[in-house]
C-alpha cells in the first residue's frame, strides 16, 4: 500500500497556495544567502497601529483569554456591525455577524456551508488563489470568466448574464481586487446588480478586505448598499488584515442573513471555534479607534503605485495596468514568451518568467496563472520604497537583457 493511500480523493482537487509557494521559494533562498528581493507577498510593511496592540496587551492583563461565542463576542460583533452602518450603510445585527480567523475562514465557512455537489460559482478572473480551490473543496464547480486590461479586469454585465445556469448558487467579486487592484463603482456595480435582480438563485459573496486601500478619489462601494434587493442573499465580506496591518492577528467578519450565518457558526463550531479572544479584543479598538494610521498608508500605497506603475511601463517587453486599489500591479509580460535570458533560460510562460526573475535577478513575484490569468505577474507594493525602486531596477534590467 502507497504511502499517499491514506490521503482524501478530495484534496486532489486543489493545489498548494501558489502565492505562499513563491514566498517560501524566496525565503529559502535568502536562507542559502541569496540576495532576494520579495515583492510577492500580500502583507502591510506597516506596524500595527499602537492603540491597537495597547488593546490586546489590556485584554491580556484582564484575564479576557476564554473561549467566546463561536462566532465572535459581542463586543466585537457590535463593532462590525456598527462599522458596516457607518462605511457601507448597511444594518446588520449581532446576530447576522460571524467572525472568522481571518477572511479567508469566513469564504470557507460560507462556500462549504451551503455548496451542494455540482453547484456553480461564477468567479471572474484573474481572482484571487484560493476561491476555485475552496469551491472545489465543496463539491461546487468554479465558472471562471476571464475579465482581461481591456475591459478594467472587470466583469461586465453581458459576461455575467450569459454565464448564470440554474446551477449557479454564488458570484464572487473582489473589489478593490487581489492581484489587480481593480475596482468597481456604484455605476459599474449597478449593471451587475441589475442582472442579479433577474435571476434569485443566485447569491452574492463580495470580498471587501481592501476596502480602505483605494486611489484617485474614487469612492468605495459594495454590493448590497448599491442594491439593497439584495440585502438577503448578499454575504459581505471584510476584516483588519490589510486596513489595520493586522495580517497575523487573523480577523475576518462576514455579514449576511441570518439563516446563512447560522450555517457558517454551526460549521465553524466544528472545526475551530472561535478566533482568538485577545485578536479579537484588538479588532474592537482597530473599528472603533482613530482611523487616521489607516489613511497614512493608503496615501503610502498610492504614491507607491504610481512609482511601481511608472517603472514598470518603462521596462522593455512589459505593459502595466493602473490598479485602482489594494497594494499590487499586475503587468502583462506576454511579450517576453519565446525570449532566452542572459542565463540561457528560455521564457515559454509566466511561470518561467517568475522563476528566472527569481534565480538571475534575485526578485520574487507571483505567475498570474496563479491567479487564473496567464500573461502576467504580480507585484506587491506593500514594501518600502528603497526595495521597491531596487526591484524594479532588477526588473529592467532582466527584461533588457532577453534576446
Known sequence: MSDTSIIADRLNRIQPSLTTAMRQRAQALKAEGRDVLAISSGEPDF????????????????????????SGTLALRRAVAA???????????PEEILVG????????????????????????TPCWVSYPDIVGLADG???LLPCGPNQGFKLAPEQLEAAITTRTKWLIVNTPSNPTGATYSDEELRGLCDVLLRHPQVHILTDDIYEKLIFDGRRFATFA???????DRTLTMNGCSKAYAMTGWRIGFGGAPRHIIKAMDKLQGQSTSNTCSI??????????????????????????????VAALNATPHLRCHLPEGAFYAFPDMT?????????????GNDWDFVLALLSEAGVA????SAFMFPGHFRISFAAADALLDDACRRIRGFCEALR
Open 83 to 93: 462599522k458596516f452602518k457607518r462605511d457601507n450603510g448597511l444594518d446588520y445585527a
Open 101 to 124: 480567523t481571518g477572511g479567508k475562514q469566513v469564504i470557507y465557512d460560507a462556500l462549504i456551508a451551503t455548496i451542494n455537489a455540482g453547484d456553480e460559482v461564477i468567479i471572474p
Open 279 to 308: 485578536a479579537q479584543a484588538a479588532a474592537v479598538a482597530a473599528l472603533e479607534g482613530p482611523q487616521e494610521a489607516t489613511e497614512a498608508m493608503r496615501q503610502v500605497y498610492e504614491a507607491r503605485r504610481d512609482r511601481v
Open 47 to 70: 506596524d500595527t497601529p499602537q492603540h491597537i496592540k495597547d488593546a490586546a496587551i489590556a485584554a491580556i492583563q484582564a484575564n479576557q483569554t476564554r473561549y467566546t461565542d463561536i
Open 225 to 231: 448598499q448599491v442594491e439593497p434587493r439584495l440585502r
Open 365 to 368: 513575484t507571483v505567475q498570474g
Open 141 to 143: 464547480t468554479p465558472v
Open 335 to 347: 511579450a517576453c514568451i519565446g525570449r532566452t535570458t542572459a542565463a540561457g533560460t528560455r521564457i
